[in-house]
């Protein structure tokens, strides 16, 4: 009997990587020009961190963490989000005191034990970004602007929804309001009875279609702000509207995790079912005081790979695929002697070189040089080798021409590379 991967964990063949790629090297390049810096976090953490970080009465915490008990006695989880763990050494390695405002990414895998479907995994990849140092509006509105940004140059078409959470002082307020309005609902789901005491705000968050079909009547808590997050929320509202970015308000919308307060925000796609969101976020003023750090502000958001990924499998045209710039179809020992040394010397300045030693026909070695996207291919065979020259074919318009052999396999190398730089940067 074979082994298979776990449920819910999947192989990311090359084909695949290649859009994973693509996703993280425009993320990364879109993040340069924000200012934004890579961190690299663990993948396995202290379970205490995500209790404190997250929330007892979340699903992630209540259901969905990997934690086990490791050698030494002491409860670990592997991380099921990126954000605990960012903070966490922001708060060790004393970033804070480098610089006032830390701008920070990262992108991994994370895991948690859910069911899994179409885009949502056990193991899965995010990208997770971290504005951790200033309050101003005008940092939600630009940190919103990049997750936009991201996705339009993935020609993503994606909406941006946003809402308030309001803070600790005018929180206590709309719960109130909403637990007299829950009561009068009937029937719940068991999550949303049990929420409605421990954590009212969570309920609007359920996905049951009955108990949303009685939430649209629900208070909600962008009317019960008080006067200072009222004013954020406006100015966050100027700020998007000065960088030109549309969105909407959306007052029901909250999010999964007990740490957000004030802006929170989701990117919404019509393109994925019942999975709509590809990215979503907000701001986390008061956590990183709470994990033991100093009592500064900070927001972010996470971007599911996964996700992204499958509405870019939907384009006709997503990315450029990896491809090969020469593909050496040596025929027979004797070229393959001759080009063996050069494909390495190739390699050495910088160019990619699959050469087929398998003594394949040339018709077989054609095809896989179709396969592996070659700009270029070098025909060298008997033939050639009499004559003095091999054949450089284009690809891409399909000229061909002879080039003059060499005595020396690294004197005819260099000639080929120069043509190859000419015919690459065109």
Not at 268 to 290: C, P, W
Not at 309 to 331: C, G, P, R, S
């Amino acid at each position: 009997m074979k082994v298979k991967a776990l449920k819910g964990f999947k192989d990311i063949i090359p084909d695949e990587v290649d859009i994973y790629r693509f996703i993280e090297e425009t993320s990364r390049d879109i993040f340069h020009r924000f200012e934004f810096r890579e961190i690299r976090v663990p993948v396995l953490e202290k379970t205490d961190l995500f209790v404190r970080s997250l929330g007892t009465a979340t699903d992630i915490v209540e259901k969905e963490m990997y934690t086990f008990t490791d050698r030494n006695g002491e409860s670990v989880t592997m991380r099921p989000e990126g954000t605990a763990s960012v903070l966490r050494a922001y708060i060790e390695q004393g970033l804070h005191a480098a610089r006032p405002l830390q701008k920070l990414y990262t992108i991994g895998p994370m895991f948690r034990h859910e069911r899994p479907q179409k885009g949502r995994l056990r193991q899965f990849h995010q990208i997770s970004v971290e504005a951790v140092g200033i309050d101003h509006p005008w940092l939600d509105a630009e940190v919103m602007a990049m997750a936009h940004l991201i996705l339009t140059n993935l020609n993503i078409n994606a909406s941006l929804e946003i809402n308030s959470l309001g803070c600790p002082e005018c929180r206590p307020g709309f719960n109130q309001a909403l637990r007299q309005f829950l009561e009068d609902c009937d029937p719940l789901c068991d999550d949303c009875l049990r929420r409605r005491r421990t954590n009212p705000l969570r309920v609007l968050d359920c996905k049951n279609e009955q108990c949303q079909t009685q939430y649209q009547e629900a208070p909600v808590i962008i009317n019960h702000l008080c006067s200072e997050c009222a004013a954020h929320f406006q100015a966050v509202e100027a700020g998007l509207n000065l960088l030109r970015v549309p969105y909407t308000v959306n007052s029901f919308m909250v999010r999964g995790l007990d740490y957000y307060r004030r802006t929170t925000f989701e990117l919404l796609t019509d393109d994925l079912g019942a999975q709509s969101a590809v990215g979503a976020g907000g701001r986390y003023d008061g956590l990183i005081n709470e994990l033991g750090g100093p009592d500064v502000p900070g927001l972010g958001f996470a971007m599911g790979i996964e996700r992204i990924a499958l509405l870019l499998e939907m384009q006709d045209t997503v990315h450029e695929k990896a491809h090969t710039d020469l593909f050496i179809a040596a025929l027979g020992p004797e070229a393959q002697k001759k080009a063996f040394p050069a494909s390495h010397f190739l390699r050495e300045k910088g160019i990619s070189v699959t050469m087929d030693v398998m003594d394949r026909s040339l018709k077989s070695q054609m095809k896989q040089a179709d396969r592996t996207g070659a700009h270029f291919v070098l025909i060298l065979g008997e033939e050639e080798l009499k004559k003095g020259e091999a054949q450089l074919r284009d690809m891409r318009t399909r000229d061909q021409k002879p080039l003059p052999l060499q005595t020396d396999s690294f004197t005819w190398s260099a000639d080929i590379l120069n043509i190859l730089k000419s015919g690459l940067k065109s």
